[in-house]
């Protein structure tokens, strides 16, 4: 934290506690004196300074304008920040569609083996080299073998651009 922010944090709360020190004794004895009064002026203007040091105000015949350096400051970060998250969301969404295009090159081998496997177990069984209780026991397995679902796996591919 450096000297400005420190400044503006202590102006801040030191004419906050002076102007509500004000009101606390007002609201309990109604009791302002001169004591009241320059303790609210000073916490006014502690108050008053540090909001107001970083702030330009022009009245102009076009009109009126302000200027709050620290807000614009803070906006300026958010947008950065803002720009860095949105980077961020496109390479996740550029990987994620990658590895989704890995996935269906693996589906589709995977289907393939799995078509020529069977066509395999078909060879064997017409030509009798194994028994139907060993092609089945071979079979079966590769036949209940969960497949990807085509839709759940393009559904998972991220597009920024629809947003």
Excluded: H, Y
């Excluded at 289907?111 to 028994?131: A, H, P, R, S």
């Amino acid at each position: 934290m450096d000297i400005t922010n420190m400044a503006f944090i202590t102006g801040l709360v030191l004419g906050s506690l002076a102007i509500i020190s004000v009101c606390w004794v007002w609201v309990r004895s109604q009791v302002l004196g001169t004591g009241g009064g320059l303790l609210s002026f000073f916490g006014v203007l502690l108050v008053g300074l540090s909001v107001w040091s970083s702030a330009s105000v022009e009245v102009s015949p076009e009109g009126f304008r302000a200027e709050f350096e620290r807000l614009q400051k803070e906006v300026n970060e958010v947008a950065v920040r803002s720009q860095q998250v949105s980077e961020k969301v496109q390479a996740v969404a550029e990987t994620n569609n990658a590895i989704s295009r890995e996935i269906q090159v693996v589906a589709d081998n995977i289907e393939i083996n799995k078509t020529q496997f069977l066509q395999l177990t078909n060879v064997l069984k017409q030509k009798q080299v194994l028994n139907v209780n060993q092609i089945k026991s071979i079979s079966d397995p590769v036949k209940n073998a969960p497949v990807v679902n085509r839709r759940v796996l393009d559904s998972a591919i991220l597009n920024p651009e629809r947003r």
